[in-house]
DNA sequence: CTATAGTCTATATTTCTAGTGTACTATGGG
DNA sequence: CCCATAGTACACTAGAAATATAGACTATAG
C-alpha cells in the first residue's frame, strides 16, 4: 500500500525539485493540499533519512539533500511506509514472519509474493524524482495518440 | 497489501485443491493455523463470489465451485482485499478518487502506481490456485541448485 | 529583540484488521 | 421425528495503524 504519507512526501519532492531554492513547508503544503502539520512530520523523516536538508529561522525552509535523478521512489516509499513487499514475510528491508506459517521456506504464497515484490521494485527502484516529474501520464499519451492520428 | 484475510483464502483455496471432496471448515482451520470464525466470514465471501460451493448438515462442508486451475490468485485478493493496486485511485476494479489532487489525469504518481499495478497484475492474474500449489519455492530452487553442483 | 520558520512531544480521530460470540438453519441418518 | 453435524447470519469488540492536530520550544536573519 502506498499510504498518504508516502504520497505527500512524493509530491513534496516533487515541489522541491521543480523549484530552486529553498522551500518553506507551509508553501509546499498549501500548494499541493497536503495537511501542514502532517507534512511537518513527513520532512523530518526524510530529512532524518537525509533526503532532505532544512534551515530555521527568517529565510529558512527545506531543500534536496541531492540531485533528484539520485533520489528514487523506491527508497521514498521505504523510508515513509517502511516496505514495499504487499506482504511483510517477503519484505527484503522490513522483513516479519507469519505466525500462521510453520514452514515459511516452502510457502508458496510468499514465494509469489517476493516476484510481485521484485517486479515492483523493478519499477519504483528506477524511477527517480527527476523521472517521475518528466513522466507523460496516459492523458498524456492518449492526447498524443489522438494528435497523431488527426 | 496482502492482508491475513486474503493470505488465509489462498491458503483455504489450496487446501480445497489438494483434497478430492468436499471440506469441514474444522479442517481447513486448524490444518492451516487459520482462527476458525474469521475462516468461516472469508469461506462466505469467496462462496458468496462463486469461488466455492458449500453443502450444509452431516457429510457437508465447501469444495471449489471451478477447477483449480481456472482460478486466479488476482480474482481473490480482489474479492477478498478489494483491490490490487498500491493506491485507490489507480485501481481497476476498486477505483476512489484521492481527494488531494485537483487534477488527477495529470497526477505523475497515479501514472506510475498505474504501472506497478499492471505488473503485478500481470503476476497475480496468470497465477492459478493450481499453479501456485505447484511452485517451488526458492528454498527448493537453492537446494537443486546445490544438488546439481555437488 | 522580534518575526519567521523549523522541531519536538503529546494527543485526537477515524478507519481497518483480525477476531469472537450467540443464535439460527439446513441436512442426513437412525 | 429427533438429533448430531455443519454451514449461516449478524452483532460486536480489541487493538493497531493511518491520518491528522495542538502547542510549546528553538534557531536564525535582519
Redesign the interface.
Known sequence: ??T?KA??G??AL?HLATYEGPCLAEEIATE???PRKFLDAILVELRNAGILTSRRGKGGGYHLGRPADKIT?GQIIRILDGSLA??ACASRTAYRP?????NE????????????RD??A???DR?TISS??G?S????AKLWERARRS
Not at 507469519?98 to 510453520?102: E, G, L
Not at 521456506?105 to 510481485?116: H, N, S
Open positions: 500500500m502506498l498518504s504520497k505527500y512524493l509530491k516533487m499541493n493540499n497536503i521512489v504487499p506482504i507469519c505466525n500462521d506459517c510453520p521456506e516452502a510457502c508458496q504464497i510468499r514465494d509469489l509474493m517476493m516476484d510481485v517486479s515492483m523493478l519499477i519504483l524511477t517521475l516529474k513522466r501520464t496516459r492523458k498524456d
